[in-house]
Each structure stands twice: as C-alpha cells, then as structure tokens.
C-alpha cells in the first residue's frame, strides 16, 4: 500500500480523533494519505496532521458518491483510481458509497462505524483500530498530533496580545459545545474565571459560531464582562492560540480534540457523556467529571486540575 484515503463527513472532534487512523495508515506503510471531507474541518491536519492533501467532499461531483442511481464523473474517477486502499467513515449500510469506489478501481474498501458499539466502554478509536486491523492495517496508531509552526505561534500571541494577555499566561476557557447537554454550565466557566483571575492567571473565554447561537444573550453579555472574548478564529488560529497559552479548560468537543492535539494542557469537562470512550487523546490531557449517570464536576474539582495542569 503506497496511497490511502481517508474519507470523513463527521465533526472536528470526530476528524482529530481519526487522524489515529491516519497514524496506522502511515505505520503500514502509506507514503501519502489524502483526505476526503470538508476542509473547514480537515484542512487542520494538512500537512500538520500527517494528511497530506484534502478535497472537498461537496465539490466536483463526489456527491454522487451516496446515489445508487448515478455514476460519478471522470475525473472522480481518475483520481480515485490512484489509492490502494479507501478508508470510509460515512454511513454506507446500503454499500453505495463501497460499490463506487470499487469501480473507480480502488483496491480495498475498508468501511468503519464511526459511532460507538453499545454497551462498550471502550474509547471509539481503538474500535476504529480494531476494524482497520481486521483487514491488514497494522500500525499502531498514535494519538492525534497537529503540529503548529513557529509562525502561526508567533501570530498566536499576537492575537492573544490584542485582547491584553500574554500568552505565557493566558488560560482558555472554550464553554460551548455541539450539543448544549455537553456544555457544564456558564455560569461554572464564570466562577472558574474569577478563581483564574485572583490567582494572577488571565482567563480568556472561546467563542464560536455554536456559542453565538445557542447562548443567550444573558450570557454572552456576563461572559464578556467578565473576561476578553476571542471569536471570528479559522481553526488554524485557534490551534495556534491553544498551542501558546498555558492551559485549557473545555467540554467535550472539537476544541478540546484539537486541544489535546496540538500539546496544550487540557482539562476536559465531561457531564452525561463517557471520558472513556470520548476523551480528548494527549501526553498533557486531565479529565474532570463524566460517565454514567455522574454528575457535574464542581467548580472547585476543575479548579485543582487546571493548578496541576499549569504546574507541569
């Protein structure tokens, strides 16, 4: 096997944490690994995350990769033809999306389920490295890494200077999710803050367009008088922003995947959702909180991991 494609159409948090898969991809022997998806996502990890090329999963007709009733175009084909192994994370019950790429002459097909199994409390990516090894992908597979060049460090802490903070220390606090129920409560982040602050630490708050639209405007209003806000970030930058300050403290979610891979220290706030099957993978990652039926971490509990994680 000399080129492989990973095909993708899930969430950040899902795309960092299959670049594990890229990892066993290139451990058995892969020289380039293209990525198939959306490169508002997957353009992270190209080439900082061992991807080397990215296309665009809505672009120049690979829709047509989920119709049964039509062919896909020429020149999909053309370049599909050139992998020697397809890896699809895409929901294909049906083997739709399997039968075209067969017949554009890829020459092995494997399919991963991209959710958990149930009943399991295994951490996803090893069910997904367990699939891949089935059929002769035998690589390791290591945690997610991106790497961010001394440039876009540099630019980080200007970003960071803007808002009145040295990066050496900042500590970001990212309290948005994809989904509310993965969110501990604002006003938590908000005491978390103030803690922050009175230790001589300068909390600056995440925002993105989730947060935009599922908080109120209450508490956007509380937050940004409380601490600066960064939004309006490609995911470039804010990989570059996490890189440079001294500690993060986010939910599960992309930001905190990404978190982990780039080498910032984390804390990751897990409520209903499992830490043992979602947990952001990294050397400098703690957990607070999570798994079944547990309740919110307290303030205090994230506090105390926050004054490990600037510690180390």
Not at 74 to 89: I, P, Q, S, T, Y
Request: glycine share 12%; aromatic share 6%.
């Amino acid at each position: 096997m000399t080129r492989a494609l990973l095909i993708h159409g899930g969430t950040l948090g899902d795309f960092v944490l299959s670049l594990r898969v890229v990892s066993a991809l290139r451990a058995s022997g892969a020289a380039h690994v293209s990525v198939l998806g959306r490169p508002a996502v997957c353009g992270i990890a190209c080439p900082r995350g061992g991807v080397d090329e990215v296309r665009d999963i809505e672009a120049h007709g690979y829709h047509r990769l989920f119709s049964a009733e039509s062919e896909l175009g020429e020149a999909a084909r053309e370049w599909l033809a050139g992998f020697d192994l397809a890896v699809n994370m895409l929901p294909d019950g049906d083997g739709v999306v399997s039968g075209h790429l067969k017949r554009a002459g890829v020459r092995a097909v494997i399919e991963l389920d991209p959710r958990p199994r149930p009943g399991t409390r295994r951490h996803i990516t090893d069910q997904w490295l367990a699939a891949v090894q089935t059929e002769g992908i035998l690589g390791g597979g290591d945690a997610p890494e991106i790497h961010i060049e001394a440039a876009l460090a540099d630019r980080a802490r200007a970003i960071l200077g803007e808002r009145g903070t040295a990066g050496e220390r900042t500590i970001l606090l990212a309290p948005g999710s994809g989904s509310r129920k993965k969110c501990w409560p604002a006003a938590e982040y908000l005491s978390l803050a103030f803690l922050a602050h009175r230790a001589g630490w300068m909390p600056v708050c995440l925002l993105g367009p989730v947060e935009r639209e599922t908080f109120s405007d209450g508490e956007r209003a509380s937050i940004g008088q409380s601490m600066p806000i960064l939004d309006g970030l490609t995911v470039i930058d804010l990989a570059a922003c996490l890189t440079v300050a001294r500690a993060y403290v986010g939910n599960d979610s992309g930001v905190s995947h990404v978190a982990a891979a780039v080498g910032a220290r984390v804390v990751a706030i897990f409520g209903p959702t499992d830490p043992a099957v979602w947990r952001p993978l990294g050397r400098r990652v703690r957990v607070a909180g999570g798994g079944d039926g547990a309740n919110w971490p307290s303030v205090q509990t994230v506090w105390q991991h926050v004054l490990e994680a600037i510690q180390c």
